[in-house]
């Protein structure tokens, strides 16, 4: 099995910045694809970021130039950087791991694993 804990959540103005980290666990060998999802409360969940064991990553057009997503494989996490973050970017963010490759497309189905979430919330 694989288990994925996602950190680095917190609340901060308009603007700001915040770091999130998926500590990735058990067969970690299995994993080819990472992707970050958010899921706002009364909505849908949506994929943010993801990226393939060999550094390939994805953004949705949402986050694109304001987010970043990267891994250290030795120790075994991945990042998600968010930068100028805006009030609609709150919403609990979930790291997502699947054995094949990385999907063309986010699809929440498509991954096997998943933590229990970070909040991040962005006030005004």
């Known amino acids: 099995q694989v288990q994925l804990v996602e950190s680095g959540g917190g609340s901060v103005q308009a603007g700001g910045s915040l770091r999130l980290s998926c500590a990735a666990s058990?067969?970690?060998?299995?994993?080819?694809?990472i992707s970050w999802f958010r899921q706002a409360p009364g909505k849908e969940r949506e994929g943010v970021a993801r990226?393939?064991?060999?550094?390939?990553?994805r953004y949705a057009d949402s986050v694109k130039g304001r987010f970043t997503i990267s891994q250290d494989n030795a120790k075994n996490t991945v990042y998600l950087q968010m930068n100028s973050l805006k009030p609609e970017d709150t919403s609990m963010y979930y790291c997502?791991?699947?054995?094949?490759?990385?999907?063309?497309?986010?699809?929440?189905?498509?991954?096997?694993?998943w933590g229990q979430g970070t909040q991040v919330t962005v006030s005004s």
């Open positions: 990226i393939n064991i060999l550094g390939t990553t």
């Open positions: 997502a791991a699947r054995r094949g490759g990385c999907p063309a497309i986010f699809r929440q189905g498509d991954f096997e694993y």
């Open positions: 058990g067969y970690t060998y299995s994993v080819n694809c």
